[in-house]
């Protein structure tokens, strides 16, 4: 039921698509704005007065207002949405259903499907072909990360192991939280039936910006978590992108904060991911040649 439910948006100055998209969302809402200096809080209180709206007063990244917003909500289970996308009819109804019959599971992640036109999104299509198989009783496919305004959460569960850590920001934040999810033992799990629509903007924000913050994370990620052989080809792999380069730099001035939290994942864990890497690669890996 949407009543044992709360979805958590977290919003920076999309105020038209954000106003578009609220009618769509079937539990309700709570939106945690980032600073936006484009009237959102206020047009979204007016034209929605029932929506709980809460104002950081600054861009303090989407981990930190998906934060906030869960420790607000009073509901088992919470949904995120971004201010460009939705969830499906009864997809929130079935992954209610779903948490309340596998108290194992912390996380379920839906199929996501691009634009108006319903793409499905590559990163869907590579969680559904299962590497890590599906657990005895588990709601679907094992999987160790997710797109965040794709998933599901027990409330308890992401309180316990402190929810998206509020240092990286926005873009990629979702590995760690995965992992430690994990790592307390939980499951998460791809359901397909569960689907969240996604409808990016045609011209968004800086493209090499973004890549930079993603390429600061993913090696802060690494580092937080992975054995040393693992950080340094991430490291490796990060030197050869300009603005990856840039993001490497950026996580180096991290290093303190990085050796007070480092805490390597248990052995299954990690074993999983070289699973995962390992699946990644032969997807990669060009067919051979025909004979002859």
């Given at each position: 039921m949407t009543s044992d439910l709360t979805t958590v948006v977290a919003t920076r100055n999309r105020r038209d698509q954000l106003l578009d998209l609220l009618p769509r969302h079937a539990a309700p809402?709570?939106?945690?704005?980032?600073?936006?200096?484009?009237?959102?809080?206020a047009a979204v209180a007016r034209a929605f007065?029932?929506?709980?709206?809460?104002?950081?007063?600054?861009?303090?990244g989407a981990g930190a207002a998906r934060n906030v917003g869960v420790?607000?909500?009073?509901?088992?289970?919470?949904?995120?949405?971004?201010?460009?996308?939705?969830?499906?009819?009864?997809?929130?109804?079935?992954?209610?259903?779903?948490?309340?019959?596998?108290?194992?599971?912390?996380?379920?992640?839906?199929?996501?499907?691009?634009?108006?036109?319903?793409?499905?999104?590559?990163?869907?299509?590579?969680?559904?072909?299962?590497?890590?198989g599906t657990a005895p009783g588990a709601p679907g496919p094992a999987v160790l990360g997710f797109l965040a305004c794709?998933?599901?959460l027990r409330r308890a569960a992401y309180r316990q192991v402190g929810g998206f850590a509020e240092r990286l920001g926005t873009y990629g934040e979702e590995a760690l939280l995965a992992m430690d999810l994990a790592a307390a033992g939980w499951r998460l799990a791809y359901v397909p039936e569960l689907v969240a629509h996604h409808l990016p903007a045609a011209t968004d924000r800086d493209a090499r910006a973004?890549?930079?913050?993603e390429a600061r994370n993913r090696v802060l990620t690494a580092a937080l978590r992975r054995p040393g052989r693992v950080?340094?080809?991430?490291v490796a792999e990060t030197w050869r992108d300009p603005a990856g380069r840039a993001g490497l730099a950026d996580?180096?001035?991290?290093?303190?904060?990085?050796?007070?939290?480092?805490?390597?994942?248990?052995?299954?864990?990690?074993?999983?991911?070289?699973?995962?890497?390992?699946?990644?690669?032969?997807?990669?890996r060009p067919a051979p040649a025909p004979a002859g």
């Open positions: 809402v709570i939106v945690v704005d980032n600073g936006s200096d484009d009237g959102t809080p007065p029932h929506v709980r709206v809460v104002e950081l007063g600054r861009n303090a420790a607000l909500a009073d509901t088992p289970f919470v949904a995120f949405a971004d201010d460009d996308s939705y969830w499906a009819p009864g997809s929130l109804e079935r992954a209610a259903e779903l948490l309340g019959a596998h108290p194992r599971t912390a996380l379920l992640t839906g199929q996501v499907l691009i634009g108006r036109e319903g793409r499905p999104d590559p990163i869907s299509a590579g969680m559904a072909q299962a590497p890590l794709a998933v599901v973004r890549r930079r913050i950080v340094r080809a991430v996580a180096a001035r991290e290093l303190g904060w990085v050796l007070r939290q480092r805490r390597p994942l248990p052995a299954a864990v990690e074993a999983d991911l070289a699973t995962l890497a390992a699946a990644e690669t032969d997807v990669a």
